[in-house]
């Protein structure tokens, strides 16, 4: 069972370019999130979707837009990146209302 | 401003003691606390959980404790062992926004 797959894995991108992570869950899960993993700061939530056809904002959504034009996959776009954008992402999915989440492997963006 | 916040950014432990790992909340609409475990390299696992209606989870060798007056939950790892080294998030579900704090990194010495 492959649960969340992410790609890719780790990326190098000039300024100003457009990138979209990838995220794919073979979990059937209604709802899936985006997180960036920051140095002191945590996991921060930049959108979610409860279900297919829904997104939300969360914490941090500014230069990041999703979709979510079907169950299992949830991709992440960044229309013009930005170094400050330089982080690991964290996709993740759930079933339950309690907040239980699976994780994927992250994706390391590095924006010069 | 931080709803979740983990004061310690890390933690030694000598194998075999009992590790505590606090977290503080702000908001009183949270439904759920949850505790996750992070390996380098590797992405957050789920760890435990407690109802807002509770006090007390206990699984195995983890208990995680809510104190809802004082807006604080700790997580109890007894007895701690060398895998149990990783970085442990707290989390807060509220309103299908699940709010991470920023991590306690756990060192377990031998």
């Known amino acids: 069972i492959a649960g969340i797959t992410q790609a890719p894995t780790s990326q190098i991108l000039a300024a100003g370019r457009r990138m979209t992570l990838r995220c794919t869950q073979d979990m059937r899960h209604n709802a899936m999130y985006w997180y960036r993993q920051d140095l002191g700061l945590g996991l921060r939530l930049i959108h979610y979707?409860?279900?297919?056809?829904?997104?939300g904002k969360g914490e941090v959504p500014d230069g990041y837009s999703v979709s979510r034009a079907n169950t299992d996959d949830f991709p992440l776009q960044l229309a013009s990146a930005v170094p400050s954008q330089t982080s690991v992402y964290f996709c993740?999915?759930?079933?339950?209302?309690?907040?239980?989440?699976?994780f994927g492997e992250g994706s390391r963006l590095t924006v010069l | 401003d931080q709803q979740v916040k983990q004061n310690s950014p890390s933690l030694s432990v000598q194998e075999g003691r009992i590790s505590i790992l606090n977290c503080d909340y702000t908001?009183?609409?949270?439904?759920?606390f949850l505790w996750y475990k992070k390996y380098p390299a590797e992405g957050p696992t789920f760890l435990i959980s407690?109802?807002?209606?509770?006090d007390k989870n206990e699984d195995g060798r983890f208990t995680v404790f809510l104190n809802k007056s004082a807006k604080h939950l700790s997580l109890h790892i007894v007895p701690s062992q060398p895998g149990d080294s990783a970085v442990y998030f707290c989390a807060a579900v509220s309103a299908s926004k699940i709010i991470f704090g920023s991590g306690t990194r756990l060192s377990i010495r031998p």
């Open positions: 407690i109802s807002s209606i509770k």
């Open positions: 993740a999915s759930s079933e339950k209302e309690s907040g239980e989440l699976f």
């Open positions: 908001n009183s609409m949270f439904d759920y």
């Open positions: 979707s409860n279900t297919a056809g829904t997104t």
